[in-house]
């Protein structure tokens, strides 16, 4: 009796879902000409904060590595990129990559301190160095000190020639990001890297004696999410042309929100932070005006998704209809085995 | 003289962060359990204490009665009925649960109390003063509170050397399950746990009350100072606990003598020094 077995990772549902993402991609890169200004602001709004969860879904729900301190590195690409254009010239776009270049370059020593402490106090660990940064350049007198700097006009006006045209650029630019975070999570899944971090996220010492260098795994994905997560922060006050340490280094804004967003859409997935990056925007466009109210709602659907439903939205989903929307997992499929089944 | 004088307000300073610490340390020996919202539940404890002054017209200090048995009996039905949900292999879930309450707690301060920024006024014993030598002096107050956390860490240290109940805390936090099998109901262990660190939470909150302004979106620094400090001294040793907290107040307190811009600064840059030079801590758990 011959057994065949095929490894597949794409399923039907998935090379579905991939035609119409690629439909919807199609549709948003086309926005700047069928969107109002208004629009165009909040949907780079949601895809600064789709790529964030992404970087931080990936450090937590597979890395094992929960920060809240990301912010730092959303700070580090902002003020990096206004004092790169600033003060050194670099053209906008340019002071853009390497503003992110430089974060992952930070994230270096950063990670060195910062996985000195485990689980918990790995977090709060990020924190506290979040703080240092924020406190750091408060301090920094030539970067406007605790009230921050404008980008100044000339520079501004180097984006692009209208301000139209800017808007434009600045929407395609997010697009390209929140593109390129799903990406590189899809790409690192589906490496042996991928493999390494669910090992790990799964069981470290298990992984460990199976070979997997943990350490290294770790610190490569901490580091490269930090540049990437410097890029979009890089990208998100090239937007706003006002940087201060206060806005760069906030923790409810570019850790609290993204960590609801990822634990309500599902954490430990690429769907999650997409779906919960949705629900998070529906539910502030219905509780605009709430004030505190909006924020005790949020943590109040986030404590209770932990409770009840750790995999979040996605993660009962695809367990109710079995989905897997971006093929990451390996599938075994077994080809007449029937056969032997019943010998 | 200036520098004497700001090691000395430093190690006083020190007293209230080792108050901060103390149950945040606690909680991580019995539970392996890290509450993120622990900052936040002493600003709750201070907004309660500013309730009761409010309402019933008592001295501040007064307030402890009322507010540390409040605040222990809110951490055992926290503990309870929600927390012990969360307690398993997995770190998301505490982490998760609690940072949520964090920003729960922070917005339902906020819509409660306003952002205005707080303060209890203590009468004579805030002003009040000894004279030490060389024209040093310290503040009643900054003493008081001092004394209090030696009296919070040795009474703690006692309560789980010397009881029943300390003991099976302590067997606890060395195997959770063999500890069931004795005959411990867990979650009814964990739940007192986090009663006695609440009270102690409790007596922090009041005290921060007193001490400094406070409004609802200090919580998180002040996580961050007790967790500075458990890190400083070494995991599972209070008395460590106090030292950290001490090396904490006195480098605030040197960075502020330096330019006021510093002072927090220069703690957490003294938090990263030992993390680096040190990462057990100065004074790792000792056998005894």
Redesign the interface.
């Known amino acids: 009796m011959s057994e065949r077995y095929q490894v597949h990772r794409s399923t039907r549902a998935s090379r579905v879902a991939m035609s119409l993402f690629a439909l919807v991609v199609l549709a948003l890169a086309a926005a700047p000409w069928w969107a109002g200004r208004g629009d165009l602001r909040m949907l780079v709004e949601i895809f600064t904060y789709v790529g964030l969860a992404q970087m931080w879904g990936l450090l937590?729900g597979y890395g094992?590595l929960?920060s809240?301190g990301q912010q730092a590195f959303v700070g580090l690409g902002g003020y990096m990129l206004f004092a790169l254009a600033t003060f050194a010239g670099v053209p906008p776009l340019a002071a853009l990559l390497l503003a992110g270049l430089i974060a992952a370059l930070i994230a270096i020593p950063t990670a060195l301190?910062a996985f000195?402490?485990q689980?918990?106090?790995f977090?709060?660990?990020t924190?506290?160095?979040a703080?240092?940064f924020r406190?750091?350049f408060?301090?920094a007198s030539a970067l406007g000190g605790g009230s921050g700097m404008s980008l100044p006009a000339g520079i501004v006006r180097d984006i692009a020639a209208s301000a139209p045209a800017r808007e434009a650029l600045i929407y395609w630019l997010a697009l390209g990001l929140a593109l390129a975070a799903i990406g590189m999570v899809y790409l690192l899944l589906r490496s042996r890297w991928g493999l390494a971090m669910t090992a790990i996220r799964d069981s470290e010492p298990a992984s460990e004696s199976l070979g997997v260098e943990t350490w290294r795994t770790k610190f490569v994905v901490y580091v490269a999410t930090a540049g990437m997560t410097g890029l979009i922060g890089a990208l998100i006050f090239l937007q706003k042309l006002r940087i201060s340490p206060d806005a760069a280094f906030s923790?409810?804004d570019w850790t609290?929100l993204v960590?609801?967003i990822v634990?309500i859409g599902g954490?430990g997935s690429i769907e999650g932070p997409i779906i919960g990056t949705i629900v998070f925007f529906a539910l502030r466009e219905l509780a605009a005006d709430w004030?505190?109210?909006y924020?005790?709602l949020?943590?109040?659907i986030?404590?209770a998704t932990?409770?009840v439903a750790?995999r979040g939205i996605w993660g009962v989903i695809s367990e109710r209809w079995d989905l897997q929307l971006f093929p990451v997992r390996r599938r075994l499929v077994v080809t007449g085995a029937k056969a032997d089944a019943r010998a | 003289m200036d520098w004497i004088n700001a090691i000395i307000q430093g190690v006083l300073l020190g007293g209230l962060y080792a108050l901060f610490a103390a149950g945040l340390s606690l909680m991580f020996g019995v539970m392996r359990?890290?509450n993120?919202a622990h900052g936040d539940f002493i600003v709750m404890g201070a907004y309660g204490a500013l309730l009761v002054v409010s309402l019933t017209g008592i001295h501040p200090l007064w307030t402890l009665v009322l507010v540390v048995p409040g605040m222990a009996a809110l951490g055992y039905l926290g503990q309870r009925l929600?927390l012990n949900?969360?307690l398993g292999d997995?770190?998301?879930?505490?982490?998760?649960?609690t940072?949520?309450?964090s920003?729960?707690i922070?917005?339902?301060l906020?819509?409660l109390f306003s952002a205005d920024s707080q303060k209890l006024q203590a009468g004579w014993i805030e002003t009040a003063s000894i004279p030490l030598a060389g024209g040093l002096s310290v503040g009643v107050m900054p003493l008081l509170i001092f004394a209090s956390a030696l009296a919070v860490i040795a009474g703690l240290q006692a309560f789980f050397y010397r009881t029943a109940l300390g003991r099976v805390l302590r067997a606890t936090s060395d195997d959770a399950d063999t500890v069931r099998l004795m005959g411990a109901d867990n979650a009814n262990v964990f739940a007192i746990a986090t009663a006695i660190a609440s009270a102690v939470v409790g007596i922090a909150g009041v005290y921060l009350a007193i001490r400094t302004n406070f409004d609802p979106a200090v919580g998180?620094?002040r996580?961050?100072y007790a967790?500075?400090a458990v890190?400083i001294g070494g995991l599972g040793n209070l008395w460590g606990t106090l030292a950290g907290g001490i090396i904490l107040g006195v480098s605030q307190a040197i960075g502020a003598q330096i330019d006021p811009?510093?002072q927090?600064?220069a703690g957490?840059?003294a938090?990263?020094i030992v993390?680096?030079l040190r990462?057990q801590g100065l004074f790792p758990k000792m056998k005894g």
């Open positions: 937590a094992g929960v809240i301190v000195r402490l689980g918990a106090y977090a709060i660990g924190w506290v160095i703080e240092v406190l750091g408060a301090q923790v409810s609290a960590i609801f634990v954490i004030g505190a109210w924020m005790i949020l943590g109040g986030a404590v932990m409770l750790p | 359990f890290v993120i929600l949900r969360t997995d770190i998301l879930p505490p982490l998760l649960v940072f949520g309450f920003i729960i922070q917005n339902v906020l819509e998180p620094a996580l961050l967790f500075e890190i811009g510093y927090i600064l957490h840059l938090f990263l993390l680096v990462p």
